[in-house]
């Protein structure tokens, strides 16, 4: 069945430093990928997204990027701070006119040491 | 512009005994969305909703799990009875018919003793 692989699990950076999380889908249908940050006791908070038609995206100290052909997408953080230590979770479904259905990948706990 | 609100926010019930949780989606969002969400896991799509329309339930364990959309805005998800297993963060997300955007809210956070 459809299958999101995320690696690491665990990841530990200095502030200041980037952090990469990468991850894996199955379903070649996939056209939608977000991004979530989850912090403790919280629901998910979408940070960024994107579409199959977009290889690269960028908001501020985040960005995407898409490998449609090798199937995975990968979250970057630049300048990380202390408050950007949160568990992420990356996703992928096929677009909307379809059952809307987010595959989440197993989330990586990201820690940023003062 | 208030968020999508679930109650309570913390549940803790014997096993055997029911339990309901409440969501209010985003004022206007025609989709909503129940999910499961295990200890160190990623979010599970348990029920999707159009409106008061359940559009994808395949993944809602029916013999035990229920829930509703009476007039198309909040919903209600019980389960009868609870098992130990189901103790979880049972989450609930909406999005505007035809957008991708899920936005989630809190959960809530169930413990079965």
């Known amino acids: ?114 | 512009e208030a968020g999508v609100v679930q109650s309570p926010r913390y549940k803790i019930i014997e096993k055997k005994q029911p339990v309901a949780f409440w969501c209010n989606p985003i004022s206007g969002h025609n989709t909503l969305y129940w999910y499961l969400q295990n200890l160190g896991q990623g979010p599970e799509l348990l029920i999707r909703y159009e409106n008061e329309e359940a559009v994808d339930d395949s993944q809602l364990p029916k013999d035990r799990f229920s829930a509703e959309r009476l007039k198309g805005v909040d919903s209600t998800l019980k389960i009868q009875p609870a098992e130990l297993g189901d103790s979880a963060v049972y989450l609930c997300a909406s999005s505007l018919g035809g957008e991708d955007t899920q936005y989630f809210g809190p959960g809530t956070r169930l413990t079965v003793l």
């Open chain 1, 1 to 114: 069945g459809e299958n999101v692989e995320q690696h690491p699990s665990t990841l530990s950076v200095q502030e200041g430093d980037s952090a990469v999380i990468k991850c894996t889908y199955s379903d070649s249908a996939s056209n939608y990928f977000p991004w979530y940050k989850q912090e403790l006791g919280k629901g998910p908070q979408l940070i960024i997204d994107i579409r199959s038609n977009v290889g690269e995206k960028k908001d501020q100290r985040i960005a995407v990027t898409l490998n449609k052909t090798a199937k995975h997408f990968s979250l970057h953080i630049t300048e990380t701070q202390p408050e950007d230590s949160a568990v992420y979770f990356c996703a992928a479904s096929r677009s909307s006119s379809n059952t809307g259905k987010l595959i989440f990948g197993q989330g990586t706990t990201l820690q940023v040491k003062p």
